[in-house]
């Protein structure tokens, strides 16, 4: 059976790409929990009440009751900022 070398290089770019993309988004989530300086409400674009779904308590930078990993100050679980990223 002959394996056509283009088309394999392409399955190995796609899963070099996927894993790559995985680990990213891991970075990004560890870096907000290493202690680095959280960013002001202000320039998180932070609002204190949000009628979308992607508000502050399905974020996995909340940290209940009224925390967050990214953003300093008190966070309210019905706000939302630039840096929502749903839990998993």
Same mark, same amino acid.
């Given at each position: 059976? /002959?394996? &056509?070398? $283009?088309?394999?290089? @392409?399955?190995?770019? =796609?899963?070099?790409? @996927?894993?790559? !993309?995985?680990?990213?988004? #891991?970075?990004?989530? /560890?870096?907000?929990?290493?202690?680095?300086?959280? #960013? @002001?409400?202000?320039?998180?674009? %932070?609002? &204190?009440? %949000?009628?979308? *779904?992607?508000?502050?308590?399905?974020?996995? +930078?909340? #940290?209940?009751?009224? !925390?967050?990993?990214?953003? /300093?100050?008190? =966070? @309210? *679980? $019905?706000? +939302?900022?630039?840096? %929502?990223?749903?839990?998993?």
């Amino acid at each position: 059976m /002959a394996v &056509d070398l $283009h088309q394999d290089r @392409s399955r190995r770019q =796609i899963l070099r790409l @996927s894993v790559g !993309g995985a680990l990213g988004g #891991v970075a990004l989530t /560890a870096c907000s929990t290493l202690g680095l300086p959280q #960013v @002001s409400k202000a320039d998180a674009n %932070y609002v &204190d009440r %949000y009628r979308g *779904p992607e508000q502050c308590e399905q974020c996995l +930078h909340f #940290v209940a009751p009224r !925390g967050c990993t990214v953003v /300093a100050g008190d =966070i @309210s *679980p $019905h706000g +939302h900022s630039k840096f %929502y990223l749903p839990k998993a």
